[in-house]
């Protein structure tokens, strides 16, 4: 079953290709690492499967439904650098923003909306900082709240853009945790991922992206030395080193 299908998706900025006829299908219940260089459209790629940027040609489907349907079931965490952090929200009611289906206009918050957003900030151990304001708290802590404000939406697709720029490896390595045990769940999750070093430990798939889709499928027949020359080019300042973590024998020439 596919979680995904996208069929000939292209994206413009004005003017400018940003997504260039984009075909792909994802199954469910991977982990899945969008990889590319700085400006491939990698973020775009996201906030266009949120809806959140129209496409000028292109079809995605989730789960057979067409995206209009299903924008309720794709959670959504952001970068660090888009969110205004001086804004005077606790992390509890951070968190609950992710329970819109569960609470109705003009009505007093459900019983249900703060059980699970209980229940997600114990997931994501942030229960004791509930009532603090969000720029009081550091990189990782802010961070996880967004993890959690996601799985408050009991979502079965989760997107996430850079989750780990910014936090340290403790942080890192209990949230890739956290991650692994939503998609032994039966949830997909879609990660832009910079840390080509750390891709074949944690993922699954992997979507190879230049504006163009390079090459898409399982880490272990996409992600070697000749795909990595494609999609960043030959002058990328971390190759040699990306190509060496493959540990691949792949026959790409440099």
């Known amino acids: 079953m596919y979680s995904l299908e996208i069929e000939q998706l292209t994206v413009n900025y004005e003017e400018t290709s940003v997504l260039w006829d984009i075909s792909l299908s994802l199954p469910d219940k991977k982990m899945v690492a969008v990889v590319g260089p700085n400006g491939a459209g990698k973020s775009t790629f996201l906030k266009t499967l949120l809806g959140g940027v129209k496409p000028i040609s292109g079809s995605i489907l989730l789960y057979g439904q067409p995206l209009e349907k299903m924008r309720g079931h794709v959670g959504y965490v952001p970068q660090r650098s888009s969110v205004d952090w001086d804004f005077p929200i ?6 609950m923003m992710g329970c819109f289906r569960q ?45 959690a404000r996601a799985l408050a939406q009991q ?4 997107l996430l853009d850079e989750p780990f720029a910014g936090v340290d490896i403790v942080t890192e390595t209990a949230l890739m945790q956290l991650l692994k045990e939503l998609r032994d769940a039966g949830k997909t999750i879609i990660i832009v991922h910079h840390d080509l070093s750390s891709v074949e430990e944690h993922f699954d798939w992997v ?29 990328h300042l971390f190759l040699e080193e990306a190509i060496f973590q493959t540990k691949k024998n792949s026959t790409g020439v440099l």
């Open 90 to 95: 606790t992390a509890f009611d951070l968190v």
């Open 103 to 147: 609470i109705k206009w003009f009505k007093w918050v459900s019983k249900k909306a703060r059980h699970l957003t209980e229940q997600a900030l114990e997931m994501v151990k942030m229960t004791p900082f509930a009532q603090q304001q969000i720029g009081q708290l550091s990189g990782g802590q802010q961070q996880r709240l967004f993890i």
């Open 155 to 158: 979502a079965d697709i989760y």
């Open 207 to 235: 979507v190879l992206l230049n504006t163009c889709l390079i090459a898409a499928g399982p880490v272990s027949e996409i992600f070697n030395a000749q795909n990595i020359q494609r999609t960043y080019g030959k002058r």
